[in-house]
């Protein structure tokens, strides 16, 4: 993101470091809710349900909840991301375009590759056991190249003046 706001880095490399051990920490995160609620979503609320008591009205609610969970998380970590990661003081809500873009995109391309690998692509059949690690990295290509775009959308705001000046770290 320095790259993409024309910035040097003059943060200490200790900063850096546990900058990028928190924000990566937080990436694990998201990966995991964006991952586990969509999927095990159904079963995680029947685990809770009966340890609740009241599997019925919480299983209504928890349906509806589950999809709503992601996106938030999604939209929470992006924007600390685009907020923390450069070396660039910004406001969270000079930050909240490029976060709302990449959780969009993150969410469109999840949907359309699951999508296109559960109907099109037979990656097992041509490369046996690898076929889910293909798909896993092809996937995380896919949102990584999301959460770039969401920086770059950022910095541009940023360089055309839609977005006020802010001094650098």
């Keep these: 993101f320095?790259?993409?706001y024309e910035v040097?880095?003059?943060?200490?490399?200790?900063?850096?470091?546990?900058?990028?051990?928190?924000?990566?920490?937080?990436?694990?995160?998201?990966?995991l809710v964006a991952l586990l609620l969509p999927v095990f979503g159904r079963a995680i609320g029947h685990f809770i349900a009966n340890l609740d008591g009241t599997p019925e009205m919480f299983l209504t609610a928890w349906s509806a909840l589950r999809w709503g969970i992601s996106p938030i998380v999604l939209l929470i970590v992006f924007t600390a991301l685009y907020f923390f990661a450069p070396n660039?003081?910004?406001?969270?809500?000079?930050?909240?375009?490029?976060?709302?873009?990449?959780?969009?995109?993150?969410?469109?391309?999840s949907v359309l590759f699951s999508y296109y690998v559960s109907?099109?692509?037979?990656?097992?059949?041509?490369?046996?056991?690898?076929?889910?690690?293909?798909?896993?990295?092809?996937?995380?290509?896919?949102?990584?190249?999301?959460?770039?775009?969401?920086?770059e959308i950022n910095a541009l705001l940023h360089k055309r003046k839609i977005i006020p000046e802010e001094n650098p770290r």
């Design 8 to 31: 040097e880095e003059n943060r200490s490399f200790i900063m850096v470091r546990l900058t990028s051990l928190l924000l990566t920490a937080a990436m694990v995160f998201t990966i």
């Design 119 to 151: 109907e099109f692509a037979n990656y097992s059949a041509t490369y046996g056991s690898l076929g889910g690690i293909i798909v896993l990295m092809i996937w995380f290509y896919l949102s990584g190249m999301m959460i770039i775009l969401g920086g």
């Design 88 to 109: 660039k003081r910004l406001s969270f809500k000079f930050v909240l375009p490029g976060a709302v873009a990449a959780t969009a995109g993150w969410i469109l391309v």
């Design 2 to 4: 320095n790259h993409a």
